[in-house]
């Protein structure tokens, strides 16, 4: 449970002998003295934390707790049902009011239920009970809204944001207490326990702890309650508790046999909505669900995810796509400015997907059956008349604990009583099938669904966020590697195992309370462990792909260029030389594929256009012009000037500086590390440099640059290098920072001479507009949102793109683009971004729009840089393409093995289309291809989707952001 002690197991030593049952226990006890052992866990534990001075406050090292008594109790049943009837009661004639007929009957009958009950005379107790019975027998009419109960135990993996439960200690503390009981007396003994916390609120180790406790609670209520159902969401947690408690998962199993415990949800954790890509939303379901198959011989419907920090427009696809048209949340209830207009509503995504949507009225997924939660679920309820269902979320959550016996005895006593809505208790399906017969008048909302809250969490824990986007790049690489050298290679085993470990191990982290940065410190180590585990593990397989790919070919030894994206690219990179240091190369290579690395004797390619320009003026300003973009930055660092050379279009707005370091006063109401409020834009103060610090770096050639020193205050610094490169269209800003502040924003903006309504924000598979002004409260209220890879601010001719390397947060308000870069929350973790920290930015001037111009593709290239690997043996003297697509809308995103099909040698493509428009494309290959068809995202083969082979080239349709997935099955290489 959520609670610090902890009753965990119980053994009874005893002969064969007469027995009776007791209620405590739920053990047949002899009749003679005998000897109990209980097992009890403990933790050290408030209430609400251990927080020093606040419940989300970091944890207080000197707290102490003290154990004074220890007792055990004889439960007596029917005295407990009487007090539950007359709890509801009083809540029936509380909650109907005085204008209620009913409510003064349900007043009336307490008050015969007290004069006649003496509770010294257990013989006045059915007398009571008749009053009640007949109370709440009285049934309503057909009309009463029904409300489907579910058994549910929120537990967040890892980390939770309001818990009933917080720190733990590192080891189990088991504390043995030996009981002598004569028939059902006992000794009280007295016990002092000195308990340290480590970490608020608790770790991954704690979770697995977390989930024993709490789904042998429900087995207990299952067992005693056959027509109780337990829905449970996450992969990981089950897996956790098979590696862990087996013969609790055997019983788990069990109930799902007999349909009382319904795995939920499909993903492998209930993740952020925002943040993770594209790809690992989509590796969520196939984990999640493959999982559930195996485990429980089904699959989920319904997709849950109750408490994250808004959803993606391309969710409804994904959902899909993995075989889930249902989804059940309530986190949009928490919204600061605006009321969200529905309960149940159909929600279509990006592509155009349709999924049904419920929100429980009670805005809660931890109700407890009272009636007051009840009667909120009717009248909050903001679909009334185009649905009479309900869903009812009941057990404690977050922290653990689940249902318990009193709530499913509160719930049934009200499960068709005059007045009250009808409660039933209810499985997930059974609530969505009755609202989809009553779908026809339900409203559709389209696009994403935007928490208006906690949007400091897409800044919060910087490194997090770097790692996150770094090992989603790392396993991409290692897949399409991976999958060519299967192709190339009879001896190649695809490292599927290693895979499926990593990408567990990133989409662990990308639970909704770890990615975001609102965790504790200890959790934050963990996952920088686990993410430095993906990087450790995951370039030694790169290498052995590299390896197994060139194998055989002839050429010199030396180093392989490889691209693991799927369009051709001529970038300057730094080639390793044997002295350690490095030298610039300008180098071309096929869409994924390879290159041999030129040599010092080796012809360089024709410069595609100008060598790099750099000059520094009098004044020490320092202009970089590579004949695509030319750049002026002043003599602190700022951006006087981004001109697009060909058409002499000035983007930085006349008397503006970009490349402008603003810092913001950054005191949430409450939640420190999950929100940014709006007032702290009342507090912007620009960052000034100090002319003379700016100084060339890079002279020119194929890549020239300047860099300059800034001190952000007395305790941060920052240094920065900006770089253009040769042929290319963004410059470069690489940056470090040393970062000790205290509730302060640092943020990065771009004037732009541009003028549009609203701005582009890329997103998982497509991008979408948001409002660059404040028109509606809806409009304000995005004053803070996320992105991926790059923004755009675009008129019809010429744009302004920001592109970035790790970052999330972002905005864009009237023509001024900005970047949120670092926090300073002191709680739940006090040391939360302090530190150094590097990242790089990009500024991308085009003509015309962004699809047109490439920002695409330039995000991609910046954030999947060309690996330089060494070849084993002779590296290949030729180029090497496996895949290439004719048209620049579609993306080939993904190559991997599929999972099911080992044997076959098969293959897994993933393509999206980017642009939004309808686009017929041919896809290329190299490979030996003997089998073609379209398949699900969760790689089951679609039977109407054979695709012909026409010389090497799959002709495929999409529609605007349409996400399709193929199943390639390759021939045998030679050996």
């Keep these: 449970m959520g609670g610090g002690g902890q009753l965990n197991a119980c053994y009874l030593h005893s002969c064969q002998a007469p027995s009776i049952f007791c209620q405590f226990t739920g053990l047949r006890l002899p009749l003679y003295i005998y000897s109990l052992t209980l097992y009890v866990e403990v933790a050290c534990n408030g209430l609400l934390g251990a927080g020093k001075g606040s419940m989300i406050a970091a944890p207080d090292p000197e707290k102490m707790f003290q154990l004074s008594q220890a007792k055990l109790a004889v439960f007596h049943r029917d005295v407990h049902s009487l007090l539950v009837d007359l709890e509801l009661l009083l809540g029936v004639a509380k909650g109907l009011g005085e204008d209620s007929q009913r409510s003064f009957q349900a007043l009336h009958t307490a008050n015969q239920m007290v004069n006649i009950c003496d509770p010294a005379q257990p013989e006045t107790y059915p007398a009571a009970k008749a009053l009640a019975s007949k109370f709440f027998g009285q049934h309503g009419g057909e009309s009463q809204h029904t409300i489907h109960a579910m058994g549910h135990c929120h537990i967040d993996t890892g980390v939770s944001r309001c818990t009933s439960k917080c720190v733990f200690f590192s080891q189990l503390l088991a504390v043995l207490i030996q009981m002598q009981l004569r028939f059902l007396t006992m000794e009280q003994g007295l016990m002092k326990l000195d308990l340290r916390p480590r970490a608020w609120l608790w770790p991954f180790k704690e979770t697995v702890r977390k989930c024993a406790r709490s789904w042998s609670t429900a087995v207990t209520l299952m067992e005693q309650n056959t027509d109780f159902i337990f829905a449970c969401s996450q992969a990981q947690q089950l897996e956790w508790v098979k590696s862990q408690y087996p013969g609790l998962h055997a019983r788990l199993q069990e109930f799902a046999c007999r349909g009382q415990f319904v795995p939920v949800g499909g993903t492998w954790v209930e993740m952020d909505g925002n943040l993770p890509s594209g790809e690992a939303m989509v590796r969520q379901f196939l984990q999640g669900q493959n999982f559930f198959l195996q485990e429980f011989g089904k699959m989920c419907s319904e997709f849950w995810l109750p408490d994250t920090f808004g959803y993606s427009a391309q969710l409804p696809q994904i959902m899909q796509g ?69 869903g009812f979320l009941f057990g404690f959550g977050d922290g653990g604990g689940g249902p318990t016996q009193t709530m499913l005895d509160r719930l049934k006593r009200l499960s068709n009583t005059d007045g009250l809505p009808r409660v039933q208790l209810s499985s997930p399906g059974q609530l969505f099938t009755a609202l989809e017969r009553d779908s026809g008048q339900l409203c559709t909302w389209v696009g994403e669904l935007f928490l208006e809250l906690h949007n400091g969490t897409y800044t919060t824990h910087a490194q997090l966020k770097k790692g996150n986007r770094e090992c989603e790049q790392i396993l991409h690489d290692v897949e399409v590697l991976s999958s060519l050298a299967l192709a190339r290679s009879a001896q190649f085993l695809y490292p599927a195992a290693q895979l499926q470990h990593l990408w567990r191990l990133l989409l662990l982290n990308q639970f909704h309370d770890v990615v975001t940065g609102s965790c504790i410190q200890l959790v934050a180590e963990d996952a920088m462990n686990y993410y430095e585990d993906i990087r450790s593990h995951g370039n030694p397989l790169l290498s052995a792909a590299a390896a197994a790919l060139c194998a055989g070919e002839p050429g010199p030894k030396g180093l392989l260029i490889i691209n693991t994206l799927p369009w051709k690219r001529t970038e300057v990179l730094a080639l390793p030389k044997p ?327 098969t293959l897994v493509l993933r393509l999206y289309e980017a642009h939004g428009s309808h686009v017929d494309c041919w896809l290329h290959t190299s490979l030996p291809v003997q089998e073609a068809t379209l398949c699900d995202l969760l790689e089951q083969r679609d039977p109407t989707g054979h695709l012909s082979l026409q010389d090497n080239r799959l002709k495929l349709t999409f529609s605007p952001f349409q996400v399709r997935s193929l199943l390639l099955v390759l021939q045998s290489p030679p050996n």
């Design 579 to 905: 002295c350690g240091a490095h030298s610039l190369a300008l180098v071309t290579v096929p869409s994924i594929g390879y290159a041999p690395a030129p040599t010092p004797t080796s012809l360089q390619p024709l410069l595609p256009q100008q060598p790099v320009f750099v000059m520094q003026e009098t004044d020490g300003s320092v202009t970089l012009d590579n004949g695509i973009i030319r750049v002026r930055l002043d003599p602190t660092g700022c951006l006087t000037s981004l001109v697009l050379v060909a058409s002499g279009r000035e983007a930085i707005a006349e008397g503006a500086l970009g490349n402008q370091f603003v810092l913001f006063d950054d005191v949430p109401l409450y939640w420190d590390a999950w929100d940014v409020m709006d007032y702290h834009l009342e507090t912007r103060k620009p960052v000034l440099g100090q002319a003379g610090t700016l100084a060339v770096g890079t002279e020119g050639g194929l890549r020239g640059s300047a860099w300059f020193l800034l001190q952000i205050s007395p305790n941060s610094r920052l240094s920065q290098e900006v770089v253009l490169d040769v042929g290319c269209p963004y410059v470069r800003f690489h940056t470090e920072v040393h970062w000790h502040e205290a509730h302060k924003f640092l943020k990065v903006e771009f004037p732009a001479r541009i003028r549009s309504p609203q701005a582009t924000y890329e997103i998982q598979f497509g991008h979408l507009q948001r409002p660059t002004h404040n028109n509606t409260s809806w409009d304000w209220a995005r004053y803070e949102v996320w992105a991926h890879r790059w923004i755009d601010l675009s008129e019809c001719d010429f744009g302004l793109a920001l592109l970035n390397n790790c970052k999330y947060g972002a905005s864009v308000r009237g023509n001024v683009l900005s970047l949120s870069l670092l926090r300073a929350p002191k709680a739940p973790d006090a040391t939360a971004d302090m530190g150094r920290h590097e990242f790089t930015y990009a500024l991308m001037p085009h003509k015309g729009s962004f699809q047109e111009a490439g920002v695409i593709h330039a995000a991609y290239n910046l954030n999947f840089p060309l690996l330089a690997l060494p070849a084993p043996g002779p590296a290949p003297d030729t180029t090497w393409s496996a895949f290439s697509v004719s048209s620049p809308a579609v993306v080939l995103e993904t190559i991997k093995q599929a999972e099911r099909c080992h044997q076959h040698r």
């Design 322 to 390: 993995c075989g889930i048209k249902r989804f059940l949340t309530q986190k949009l209830s928490w919204n600061l400015v605006n009321s969200f207009p529905h309960h149940t509503f159909f929600w279509e995504g990006l592509d155009g997907s349709r999924v049904l949507v419920h929100f429980p009225p009670g805005d809660s997924y931890g109700m407890q059956g009272s009636v007051e939660e009840v009667l909120k679920t009717v009248t909050n309820n903001r679909d009334k008349g185009r649905t009479n269902h309900s």
